[in-house]
């Protein structure tokens, strides 16, 4: 049983293949009518992406600045106490009983984020309205979202 013999082919000055190839070989001639034709367009791309970063600087800095010197807005209290974060890792123990007892502690009880306030008080801090306290129609009930996200993540 005998291989064919192969010997390679010949190709012509004018194939298609060799004018696609020395279109592929210039690429910067190939892009200048798209660069010509898309250049208002990368103009506004780079003009509104350093808008955008200058106004992320402002926020960031404005944020920053507000924090440290002036009182909240409700209480009054300044933010001058520096406070760590810390992971309570009793929550996410190894231990599964310890972690459920963890969850079931009396601090998570629901009823901890509720607050009574004051209709004028609200209306004066330019609160909205919320549901009536049940004990004392002049009170709106408030949710401190904290607790209420708490108590329905272990519910």
């Not at 005998?2 to 004018?19: D, M, R, V, W």
């Amino acid at each position: 049983m005998g291989f064919p013999k192969y010997t390679l082919l010949q190709q012509s000055e004018s194939s298609p293949e060799k004018e696609t190839s020395s279109r592929l070989c210039s690429p910067v001639r190939s892009c200048e009518p798209c660069l010509k034709r898309n250049a208002p367009l990368l103009i506004v791309l780079f003009v509104s992406l350093g808008f955008n970063a200058f106004l992320l600087y402002l926020r960031l800095k404005t944020q920053s600045d507000s924090l440290r010197g002036t009182p909240t807005e409700y209480a009054g209290l300044l933010r001058n106490v520096a406070v760590p974060f810390t992971i309570d890792k009793v929550f996410d123990s190894g231990n599964q009983t310890v972690s459920d007892e963890a969850w079931r502690s009396p601090e998570l009880v629901p009823e901890t984020g509720l607050v009574a306030m004051p209709n004028d008080w609200v209306f004066s801090k330019g609160l909205p309205e919320a549901q009536r306290f049940p004990w004392d129609k002049s009170k709106g009930l408030y949710v401190l979202n904290g607790f209420h996200n708490m108590h329905c993540l272990v519910s």
